[in-house]
């Protein structure tokens, strides 16, 4: 893992803190980086998946929060960065 990605992923972990969980990291074919992290929602059955995608250099190419309800469906996506909808 090339140190920059590895500087993005410590900080990813380091912000989302403790009350989340399934902590993951892919390499996609096309040479995207993904970080994500899960915490539980306050209905049951239901998460937030915090998502970062970064370009194979470490820079950052989006971070967003996808809501799923207690029935696996996605309710909403926050754009954090950039602002525009992906």
Given at each position: ?86
């Amino acid at each position: 893992m090339d140190s920059t990605i590895r500087k993005e992923a410590k900080l990813f972990a380091k912000r989302t803190g403790s009350s989340y969980t399934n902590f993951r990291y892919e390499i996609y074919e096309n040479g995207l980086h993904v970080l994500r992290a899960t915490k539980p929602g306050d209905v049951p059955g239901s998460y937030a998946e915090y998502v970062k995608i970064l370009y194979k250099d470490g820079t950052i190419r989006a971070v967003f929060k996808d809501t799923v309800d207690n029935k696996g469906n996605k309710v909403h996506r926050h754009i954090k960065w950039p602002t525009k909808e992906l």
